[in-house]
């Protein structure tokens, strides 16, 4: 038993990140903790992480919130997938899908009987044997366990909702829980002579907020990780050169996809998020090719609906902090690092931290074991996000652009290079560990950029072709069945989550 246990845990910075560690705190550990989170109403906060991916969905369930009852209160609806138009060619477009693509037979993964089928005039694109990607085509969705009697498992979701919203409704949830809120302005952090851990945090006026433990969600300043402390941010510039964004909220028009949307443009590309009330937009690009009056203009001509606002700038850098935990202190969304929304994982990521840190939750000796192992499993997987979305920018056929140009000539990373050449060999794909993104991720992406196997495993060919085309077959029927039953996705919206207007 500890004899030096965590007494008082001080949350600094509020947001989703800030708030959701305070709720997912407050419930796994009761009254055994206090918890304060201390935020600024003057102090404003990023916001623009309205796209999820379906691991949010195990936090909601941990916390026990209702998931028709949170997609009502932020004006939110279905994710399937996500769709990149004009990455790999100009007027090409493809989905990455959420859940399984085909099943497999016997040992094999599925894409090695697609590759195979693929010398054949009848072949069809790899999404066909997607649930998700033939229902966000159709703009259908329903919850489904799986599809009649099959192996085939229904759609796997997330969800767009209005950031701003989702903070509230887990405010909402841990100050019922006992978290309490400080508002205040931090001007000074005091740190131990004899450590040089953190001992309080200073407010204007004077106050001081004293802790044994300090979550830093203060936000791109890092205003206790890198300002208190010292750990820098390693810059991913050379892998992922896009540094600013603008955002601005749109009128809805139709239809509701249960998509979200990322068209590349000149110098970057550009989000579309559908909301029940509005229309999420942004445009990602890289300063060196694209001046901001430039990219204001790209993005306000390409919206669906009037424009609701001005568009914000953010400016940021790509990369993670060497170290996300360094003495008291732990930082968790923004603070620990950032990668831009490509593949929406901002909230994830610190849904991913806060999870960590529950996992390995210290006492007031910190043991260095504990630390290193925390920043060793958050920087590896930042790093393989990181590679992820590296692959879209890289593999492209593009050249009509400075910036594709850039990209197309960007080099891979050791890790990232060793699975397109695997892939490029063989047709395999290994997940790393606990590597957020599946093989039916990497697949699909590798596949919509244009990255070709030169064969495919020689097992697959223990079919014989009228085996193998009423396999493939089979799966395209029953997804199509299951789909053509589902509900549009607006009337799912209807039934189970619409917002009052």
Not at 59 to 82: H, P, S
Not at 306 to 312: D, H, I, K, Q, S
Request: charged share 25%; glycine share 10%; hydrophobic share 40%.
């Amino acid at each position: 038993m500890s004899q030096l246990p965590i007494k008082r845990v001080v949350v600094v910075g509020g947001g989703t990140a800030g708030w959701l560690a305070a709720a997912v705190l407050a419930r796994a550990m009761g009254a055994s903790l206090e918890i304060l989170l201390v935020e600024s109403e003057t102090i404003g906060t990023v916001g623009v992480g309205e796209a999820t991916i379906p691991q949010i969905r195990n936090v909601n369930a941990f916390l026990g919130i209702d998931e028709d009852q949170m997609l009502r209160a932020t004006a939110g609806t279905i994710k399937l997938a996500i769709e990149f138009k004009d990455w790999w060619r100009v007027g090409h477009s493809y989905l990455h899908a959420f859940g399984e693509v085909g099943l497999p037979l016997g040992p094999l993964p599925f894409q090695h009987y697609w590759l195979r089928s693929c010398a054949e005039p009848s072949a069809v694109d790899l999404w066909t044997y997607s649930i998700n990607a033939v229902a966000a085509r159709a703009h259908r969705m329903a919850r489904l366990e799986r599809v009649g009697r099959s192996p085939i498992v229904g759609p796997k979701y997330a969800f767009h909702f209005d950031a701003a919203r989702y903070g509230h409704m887990l405010r909402q949830y841990a100050e019922k829980r006992g978290v309490r809120r400080i508002d205040g302005t931090i001007v000074d952090v005091t740190l131990r002579g004899t450590d040089g851990f953190i001992d309080a945090v200073v407010l204007e006026g004077g106050a001081r907020v004293s802790g044994d433990l300090f979550i830093d969600c203060s936000g791109f300043r890092g205003l206790l990780i890198e300002r208190a402390l010292g750990s820098d941010l390693e810059d991913w510039r050379a892998w992922l050169p896009c540094d600013r964004a603008l955002a601005v909220q749109s009128e809805a028009v139709g239809p509701l996809r249960p998509y979200t949307q990322a068209n590349a443009r000149a110098a970057g590309w550009q989000w579309r998020i559908p909301l029940q009330h509005r229309t999420g937009n942004g445009h990602v690009y890289c300063s060196e090719y694209m001046n901001d009056d430039e990219a204001t203009a790209v993005l306000l001509a390409n919206l669906e609906g009037r424009a609701l606002g001005e568009p914000r700038l953010i400016r940021f850098t790509s990369g993670v902090r060497r170290r996300t935990w360094v003495r008291n202190c732990v930082a968790v969304g923004l603070a620990a690092g950032f990668i831009e929304p490509l593949e929406s994982t901002a909230i994830h990521l610190a849904q991913s931290g806060i999870s960590r840190l529950l996992a390995l939750f210290p006492d007031r000796g910190f043991d260095s074991a504990v630390l290193e192992e925390y920043n060793r499993k958050v920087y590896e997987e930042y790093a393989q996000v990181r590679d992820f979305l590296l692959l879209h920018y890289r593999a492209t056929e593009r050249d009509d652009t400075p910036f594709w140009r850039h990209c197309a000539g960007l080099q891979a990373t050791d890790t990232l290079r060793r699975k397109l050449a695997l892939f490029g060999a063989t047709g395999q794909i290994f997940r790393e560990g606990e590597e957020l993104f599946t093989e039916q991720s990497w697949l699909q992406v590798m596949t919509g950029q244009g990255v070709r196997p030169r064969r495919y495993h020689p097992a697959a060919d223990n079919l014989s072709p009228e085996q193998c085309t009423e396999f493939l077959t089979n799966i395209r029927v029953l997804i199509r069945g299951a789909v053509e039953h589902m509900s549009t996705h607006e009337g799912f919206i209807a039934e189970h989550c619409a917002t009052a207007k």
